[in-house]
């Protein structure tokens, strides 16, 4: 039972690259989010999901799309890579919707933007 | 809007002694209230969670938080601190009904020998 894991661990891009960033549970959980980790600034939502083809914005949105066509699987996509998404990318899972539920965290991925 | 201080960036202490770290919150209605911990190039793990039962959570590790609605506070407490507490906590809110956890800012704890 591996958990939540994420894929790559560590990217650099230049300005203007498209990247694709990989989370993938083993917990059969309906609910999964991508939050950004910012110094000085706590997890910010990016973008969720409450099941197998659905989507939704989160607080930070722009700039980010993302797709669940597998329940084990949530992907987010940068299109045009900007330095201000440098960051650290985590994804996280739970089997229920928040508020009440525990979020089972991937090990993050380290996202730098030249 | 639901918002989370928490007050230090960054708190020091020596090996035994007592470990504070303070969270207060803003919220219209009554909330879920969340802390996780981060170590070093590692995901968030929970530590513990008020979900409007006892107002004296235990979590793992030694750790409890005292859930004080007249405060609007929910400090991280730990009697006796050791040198493999030292990471980053960090206090989150949630709303029933609301799709989101709201995370506060962080706060680096420093174990001393």
Redesign the interface.
């Known amino acids: 039972n591996a958990g939540?894991t994420q894929t790559p661990k560590f990217r650099v891009l230049k300005t203007g690259q498209s990247m694709t960033l990989l989370c993938a549970q083993d917990m059969n959980h309906e609910y999964m989010y991508w939050y950004r980790q910012d110094p000085?600034?706590?997890?910010?939502?990016i973008h969720?999901s409450v099941g197998e083809g659905t989507t939704?914005k989160?607080?930070v949105p722009d700039g980010y799309n993302v797709s669940r066509l597998k329940k084990q699987n949530f992907l987010l996509g940068l299109e045009s890579a900007a330095p201000s998404q440098t960051s650290v990318y985590?994804c996280?899972s739970s089997q229920g919707?928040?508020?009440?539920e525990?979020?089972y965290?991937?090990?993050?991925t380290r996202l730098l933007v030249l | 809007a639901q918002s989370?201080t928490q007050l230090g960036?960054h708190v020091s202490v020596s090996e035994g002694a007592l470990v504070l770290l303070r969270c207060n919150y803003s919220s219209s209605v009554p909330?879920?209230l969340?802390w996780?911990v981060q170590y070093p190039?590692?995901?968030?793990?929970?530590l513990l969670?008020y979900?409007s039962a006892a107002t004296l959570v235990k979590g793992i590790n030694g750790f409890e938080a005292e859930f004080k609605k007249s405060e609007t506070s929910f400090h991280l407490t730990k009697p006796s601190a050791h040198m493999s507490d030292a990471a980053e906590y960090?206090c989150a809110v949630?709303?029933?009904?609301?799709?989101?956890?709201i995370?506060?800012?962080?706060t680096r704890l420093f174990v001393k020998a």
């Open positions: 939540v000085g600034m706590g997890l910010r939502l969720y939704a989160g607080e985590f996280a919707l928040v508020p009440a525990t979020q965290f991937g090990p993050g | 989370v960036s909330p879920y969340f996780y190039n590692q995901g968030l793990q929970l969670k979900t960090f949630s709303l029933l009904g609301g799709f989101k956890t995370f506060g800012a962080g």
